[in-house]
Nanobody, 126 residues
């Protein structure tokens, strides 16, 4: 049974930092592409960052230079280091896994991911 469990969310002031973690189990972690998505109230879920099965990373324009995605294959864990947080980063953050390699045009699209975590809330106050 595939499970993705996020942690690390919380409330911070603007300019602060948080590190999200996502522990995966139930599948061959290194064979999957992984992504972080977020969803704010009343908005669609959007891709934030992803790391493909070949190790390449991609970032949404809104977070590039502030967020860093990484993973520890030995621990089956995905991370999202978030620095210089802004109020507009407030959302529920989800990690997701997709089987195998994803074409770059699909990596920010939720429908191409097969498994999802339950989400962790990030709130940034001004």
């Amino acid at each position: 049974q595939v499970q993705l469990v996020e942690s690390g969310g919380g409330s911070v002031e603007a300019g602060g930092s948080l590190r999200l973690s996502c522990v995966a189990s139930g599948y061959s972690y290194s064979a999957y592409s992984m992504g972080w998505f977020r969803q704010a109230p009343g908005k669609e879920r959007e891709g934030v960052a992803n790391i493909d099965s070949d190790g390449t990373t991609n970032y949404a324009r809104s977070v590039k230079g502030r967020f860093t995605i990484s993973q520890d294959n030995a621990k089956n864990t995905l991370y999202l280091q978030m620095n210089s947080l802004k109020p507009e980063d407030t959302a529920t953050y989800y990690c997701a896994a997709a089987r195998g390699h994803l074409w770059v045009g699909f990596r920010f699209l939720p429908r191409y991911y097969d498994y999802w975590g339950q989400g962790t809330q990030v709130t940034v106050s001004s």
